[in-house]
């Protein structure tokens, strides 16, 4: 069950309900990691089944969602998501996280810390079993290296699109404006969605990205797919997803806010 974080609420409790009674206008978060286990979570890596959890990379350690790789002797090209079996549509999105230690023997150079949060996200099961990376918006996390500017909370956009300031942006990958991040600090990153009309990405309390028009790229295999099973194009409703690109990273809150 998740937790409910909750301002000025009484708890509601008989035999057939769970609920809370909450004043109007009070803010009810949705804690959709409870620290112990990863119930509610279902992974899905590439060249294995929705469910599988290849080598044990997630875990919870110390009440910490961690990305693992201490069961890995090579990355071998098997990308991970973690999915989180709730869909939403409005909503905001609070995450934080570090990277830590070193990153697998052969991970991609460019995932060298590096994560990402995928919304809107398709169900790990309506992916094919050699898919790399399920069709959503992707929230890029990145670490800085202890040199070169990473900014992080950038989008990328695996079997979609986007729009920033009324054009439509088809490259992978757009950066944020936002600081580097070097070692292994903690970082904070809100994101607010509504549906496939707005995402702002909000790190450590400074806005660092705006933009709209999210949707399937009707180019793309993958989303392909999805649209020939009945899929719409505006992408307005999805699930939240976790990363395991080769680089250990950590999780202690992932706080959710309907809107």
Same mark, same amino acid.
């Given at each position: 069950?998740?937790?409910?974080?909750?301002?000025?609420?009484?708890?509601?409790?008989?035999?057939?309900?769970?609920?809370?009674?909450?004043?109007?206008?009070?803010?009810?978060?949705?804690?959709?990691f409870?620290?112990?286990?990863?119930?509610?979570?279902?992974?899905?890596?590439?060249?294995?089944?929705?469910?599988?959890n290849?080598?044990?990379t997630?875990?919870?350690?110390?009440?910490?969602?961690?990305?693992?790789?201490?069961?890995?002797?090579?990355?071998q090209?098997?990308f991970?998501? %973690?999915?989180?079996?709730?869909?939403?549509? +409005?909503?905001?999105?609070r995450?934080?996280?570090? $990277?830590? !230690? *070193? &990153?697998? =023997?052969?991970?991609?150079?460019?995932?060298?810390?590096?994560?990402?949060?995928?919304?809107?996200?398709?169900?790990?099961?309506?992916?094919?079993?050699?898919?790399?990376?399920?069709?959503?918006v992707?929230?890029?996390l990145?670490?800085?290296?202890?040199?070169?500017?990473?900014?992080?909370?950038?989008?990328?956009?695996?079997?979609?699109?986007?729009? %920033?300031?009324?054009?439509?942006i088809?490259r +992978?990958?757009?950066?944020?404006?936002?600081?580097? $991040?070097? !070692? *292994? &600090?903690? =970082?904070?990153?809100?994101?607010?969605?509504?549906?496939?009309?707005?995402?702002?990405?909000?790190?450590?309390?400074?806005?660092?990205?705006?933009?709209?028009?999210?949707?399937?790229?009707?180019?793309?295999?993958?989303?392909?797919?999805?649209?020939?099973?009945?899929?719409?194009v505006?992408?307005?409703?999805?699930?939240?997803?976790?990363?395991?690109?080769?680089?250990?990273?950590?999780?202690?809150?992932?706080?959710?806010?309907?809107?």
């Open positions: 069950m998740n937790r409910m974080i909750t301002r000025n609420c009484t708890l509601l409790i008989t035999p057939l309900l769970l609920a809370t009674s909450c004043s109007p206008g009070i803010e009810q978060w949705i804690s959709l409870n620290g112990e286990n990863l119930d509610g979570w279902t992974p899905k890596f590439t060249g294995y089944p929705a469910g599988v290849h080598l044990d997630f875990t919870v350690e110390d009440s910490l969602l961690t990305v693992s790789y201490e069961n890995w002797t090579d990355f090209g098997k991970g998501h %973690l999915f989180h079996e709730r869909s939403f549509s +409005h909503y905001l999105l995450v934080e996280y570090r $990277f830590v !230690g *070193d &990153q697998v =023997v052969n991970g991609p150079t460019w995932a060298f810390r590096n994560n990402g949060l995928m919304l809107h996200s398709q169900a790990p099961n309506s992916m094919t079993l050699e898919q790399e990376f399920p069709a959503s992707e929230v890029q990145l670490g800085g290296n202890g040199a070169d500017e990473r900014p992080t909370a950038n989008i990328c956009t695996p079997g979609t699109h986007f729009r %920033l300031e009324g054009l439509l088809t +992978h990958c757009t950066d944020s404006s936002s600081d580097t $991040f070097h !070692g *292994d &600090q903690w =970082v904070t990153l809100e994101v607010e969605i509504r549906g496939n009309e707005l995402v702002r990405h909000t790190v450590n309390g400074e806005v660092v990205f705006e933009y709209g028009g999210l949707q399937l790229d009707a180019t793309d295999l993958d989303a392909q797919r999805l649209l020939n099973s009945g899929a719409p505006a992408l307005s409703e999805g699930l939240i997803a976790i990363q395991a690109e080769s680089h250990p990273t950590q999780f202690r809150r992932i706080d959710v806010l309907p809107l």
